[in-house]
Nanobody, 121 residues
Framework: QVQLVESGGGLVQPGGSLRLSCAASGSIFSINAMGWYRQAPGKQRELVAIITSGGSTNYADSVKGRFTISRDNAKNTVYVEMNSLKPEDTAVYYC???????????????WGQGTQVTVSS
């Protein structure tokens, strides 16, 4: 089994910062891409940022220059540093990790449980 545990969400004022973490554990042979998605009330889930196993990154236009994704391969953990937060960043944030459990296994996509980020004064 594989578990993804997210942390770091909360309430922050506009212009503030938060750092989200997502740690993968369990039966893990290798990890490919790791990413963050978010879903605001009444809206579809959208990609926020993604980082490949080689360290290449891609961001949604709405967060470029404000959010930074990173990963610690030794800890099987992905982070997103969120700065200059805006009310429109309010959403449930989900981590998403492509994991291969062993030789002979396919790579599967796993989701975290979600963590609420609220940006409000």
């Amino acid at each position: 089994q594989v578990q993804l545990v997210e942390s770091g969400g909360g309430l922050v004022q506009p212009g503030g910062s938060l750092r989200l973490s997502c740690a993968a554990s369990g039966s893990i042979f290798s990890i490919n891409a790791m990413g963050w998605y978010r879903q605001a009330p009444g809206k579809q889930r959208e990609l926020v940022a993604i980082i490949t196993s080689g360290g290449s990154t891609n961001y949604a236009d709405s967060v470029k220059g404000r959010f930074t994704i990173s990963r610690d391969n030794a800890k099987n953990t992905v982070y997103v540093e969120m700065n200059s937060l805006k009310p429109e960043d309010t959403a449930v944030y989900y981590c998403n990790v492509d994991i291969r459990r062993g030789l002979g296994f396919s790579t599967l996509r796993y989701w975290g449980q979600g963590t609420q980020v609220t940006v409000s004064s």
